[in-house]
């Protein structure tokens, strides 16, 4: 491993990135050349299912993160921790008062509790919005709000807002991308004034700042917990998705990600904004750039109807990428698109099934395949670039024989992930708020 240089203390920099996704917390430190030094996990509860609602109260993601900091430090130079970031999953909110303590439970990415405050929301808001969905930060706040009414309510947190304020105690700030499923405007970089029509004070809005800038300074009670310096820098993060889209080292415009998980999520990265609601897409700050993509049903999902990973790693070593099956598929798991094609009512398209599974596995994979292709080519339509090249996130990227596929499709340069976890992304952020050395005013 390269050597890294030294800071001021003579001691190896250390940036510490955690990552708060669905089912556990996970960070890792790296150094100075952005190698990866020490990673630690631990599970997350699954939250608290009721009716069409999640909630998890903040205090479990707080025992978890210490827990997986003491993990990650036990082999690391903790004198040489310069900085931590933290990124969250995408819209999950709470309340809190003036002292950043929660006064409810948190309503987590998937709840989808707050229907009638979406159709207020529906009303006042651009239809471009990101707002516009019962899974978005904006309705779940009122629902907050309304199911709480006598609590003297001082801050709008996102998830990893309030796991960086138990690190800094400074309450009141977010990120550009965290902000986006909450109204904020990252055109005009404001909270634009229809928000008040639904209620919501000003003053519970965060100040927003962008993805990897200093925020505040660790509290002398926890570096002495953690036995870390005391001026360790607390960086704004971000989602765990853009997280992740970090690590991957896409960062030129055209660059472009796809996550092959449950379903079908294609980015490509953009010198303007794109938004079309009808399909999904909309856009969210990325450095200088923007980061414009959709979500197709499509996807991982449908594979596991048919078949166990173990088949799956079985056939995929037996398909021939070279002699198209001729199958012409669209997979979806259920009745419903929305992107690249906004049909409601499409049905699955899954037949004929040959006799022979190998050929069934390898015409799902060209229909997923095509669809990805379809994507990207509406999004490049709609304004944004073809992609100069693809990497890949999620399950699917370690499989080989579809990463063929899809390359015969797209035609681009499809080069590996330099890395897929989000909390590298994140300590990459940790890093640039700490080289950059600039801080909000607090």
């Known amino acids: 491993m390269p050597q890294s240089p030294r800071s001021e203390l003579g001691h190896t920099n250390i940036y510490i990135g955690i990552d708060v996704g669905t089912s556990g917390i996970r960070a890792i430190a790296i150094d100075e050349h952005a190698n990866p030094l020490s990673e630690a996990r631990?599970?997350?509860?699954?939250?608290?299912?009721?009716?069409?609602?999640?909630?998890?109260?903040?205090?479990?993601?707080?025992?978890?993160?210490?827990?997986?900091?003491?993990?990650?430090?036990?082999?690391l130079d903790r004198r040489?921790?310069?900085?931590?970031?933290?990124?969250?999953?995408?819209?999950?909110?709470?309340?809190?008062?003036?002292?950043?303590?929660?006064?409810?439970?948190?309503l987590m990415y998937n709840d989808a509790s707050a229907s009638e405050q979406l159709a207020r929301v529906q009303a006042v808001a651009p239809a471009d919005n990101p707002v516009n969905a019962v899974s978005a930060g904006l309705p779940k706040i009122m629902w907050l709000r309304e199911h709480n009414p006598s609590q003297p309510v001082r801050h709008v947190m996102h998830q990893a807002d309030w796991l960086?304020?138990?690190?800094?105690?400074?309450?009141?700030?977010?990120?550009?991308?965290?902000?986006?499923?909450?109204?904020?405007?990252?055109?005009?970089q404001t909270w634009p004034a229809w928000i008040a029509q639904l209620g919501i004070p000003e003053n519970w809005l965060p100040s927003v700042v962008p993805p990897g800038q200093v925020i505040g300074t660790i509290t002398t009670?926890?570096?002495?917990?953690?036995?870390?310096?005391?001026?360790?820098?607390?960086?704004?993060?971000?989602?765990?998705?853009?997280?992740?889209?970090?690590a991957t080292g896409a960062h030129r415009i055209g660059d472009a990600v796809t996550s092959l998980g449950s379903t079908l999520v294609c980015k490509v990265i953009s010198d303007k904004p794109v938004s079309a609601p009808n399909y999904g897409v909309y856009s969210q700050p990325f450095g200088d750039y923007w980061l414009v993509g959709g979500a197709s049903n499509s996807g991982g999902a449908v594979l596991r109807q048919y078949f166990t990973d173990a088949q799956m790693h079985d056939m995929s070593a037996r398909i021939d990428p070279l002699h198209p099956t001729g199958l012409d598929y669209y997979p979806l798991p259920a009745t419903g698109e929305r992107f690249p094609v906004n049909a409601p009512d499409l049905e699955p398209r899954l037949n004929p099934r040959p006799n022979d599974d190998v050929q069934f596995f390898q015409g799902l994979l060209e229909g997923i395949a095509r669809i990805e292709y379809n994507a990207y080519r509406l999004l490049h339509e709609l304004g944004a670039p073809y992609p100069v090249?693809?990497?890949?996130?999620?399950?699917?990227?370690?499989?080989?024989?579809?990463?063929?596929?899809?390359?015969?499709?797209?035609?681009?340069?499809?080069?590996?992930a330099a890395h897929t976890e989000a909390a590298y992304g994140s300590a990459l952020l940790a890093k640039r708020g700490y080289r950059n050395n600039k801080e909000i005013g607090i």
Not at 227 to 239: A, E, F
Not at 389 to 416: F, Y
Request: include cysteine; charged fraction near 15%.
């Open 42 to 75: 631990q599970d997350l509860p699954s939250p608290e299912p009721q009716d069409h609602g999640r909630e998890q109260s903040p205090a479990i993601w707080w025992t978890v993160c210490q827990g997986v900091l003491t993990d990650l430090l036990r082999t």
């Open 80 to 106: 040489a921790v310069r900085a931590i970031a933290i990124d969250g999953t995408s819209a999950t909110v709470l309340l809190t008062d003036a002292q950043g303590q929660p006064l409810t439970t948190a």
């Open 164 to 188: 960086s304020f138990q690190l800094s105690q400074h309450a009141g700030f977010s990120d550009s991308n965290n902000c986006l499923k909450t109204g904020y405007d990252p055109v005009t």
């Open 221 to 246: 009670e926890i570096a002495h917990s953690f036995d870390l310096p005391t001026d360790v820098r607390i960086v704004s993060g971000t989602t765990d998705s853009t997280a992740a889209i970090i």
């Open 389 to 416: 090249s693809v990497r890949t996130v999620g399950g699917g990227a370690k499989n080989r024989a579809w990463t063929q596929l899809r390359s015969q499709q797209l035609q681009v340069d499809m080069p590996a």
